[in-house]
């Protein structure tokens, strides 16, 4: 539950970045949106439904077969 929190959490967030964030500049190349209060952030409505899939299978790396989510 927690790696599915951190996997959603994580495709919103690149969405926000592709569609919502801009950088928009006034005539005199004044950065106009320069903090997040500036950027719209996708809401629950926005969002697409994201279903995980995971698999399970063991490391081989190491004794205990445990892999890191990043």
């Not at 599915?4 to 926000?16: A, S, T």
């Not at 500036?38 to 081989?60: G, H, M, Q, W």
């Amino acid at each position: 539950m927690l790696v599915e929190g951190q996997i959603l959490g994580n495709v919103v967030k690149g969405l926000d970045q592709a569609l919502y964030e801009d950088s928009v500049y006034d005539f005199a190349s004044n950065l106009l949106t320069s903090t997040l209060s500036d950027y719209a952030f996708p809401s629950l409505v926005e969002t697409p439904r994201i279903k995980c899939l995971f698999t399970y299978n063991l490391s081989v790396h190491n004794p205990i077969g445990v892999k890191w989510v990043g």
